[in-house]
């Protein structure tokens, strides 16, 4: 098992950016950030690995997803009222290679933080 805390959620204006960060009690494969609105099921953001990166539709071009070492950051630029959700952050040792879409289904993903809440809103 792996622990996960979650850090840098919040409370901005339309147009506006966050950083979160993530931090592993110790080093996996793969990371990613996932994010689940009101109401609504759990989908992947951005997964990253030794490999590559893959994003969701909805957020190339504004987010990017980095890491160094056991931290997995979530740089998220242009904020809408549409990226309101609990983020969570995931970690798994099963993402050896370059990522297939199945990467941003939360089903396969084994190990997960508490969540951050991010709040877009005027």
């Known amino acids: 098992q792996v622990q996960l805390v979650e850090s840098g959620g919040g409370s901005v204006l339309p147009g506006g950016s966050l950083r979160l960060s993530c931090t592993a009690s110790r080093y996996t494969a793969a990371m990613a950030w996932f994010r689940q609105a009101s109401e609504k099921e759990r989908e992947g953001v951005a997964a990253?690995?030794?490999?590559g990166t893959r994003y969701a539709d909805s957020v190339k071009g504004r987010f990017t997803v980095s890491r160094d070492g056991n931290t997995l950051y979530l740089q998220m630029n242009g904020l809408k009222a549409e990226d309101t959700a609990m983020y969570y952050c995931?970690?798994?040792?099963?993402?050896?290679?370059?990522?297939?879409?199945?990467?941003?289904?939360?089903?396969?993903?084994?190990?997960w933080g508490q969540g951050t809440q991010v709040t877009v809103s005027s």
């Open positions: 990253i690995n030794n490999f």
């Open positions: 995931a970690a798994d040792n099963r993402w050896t290679w370059i990522f297939e879409p199945s990467v941003l289904t939360s089903r396969n993903w084994n190990n």
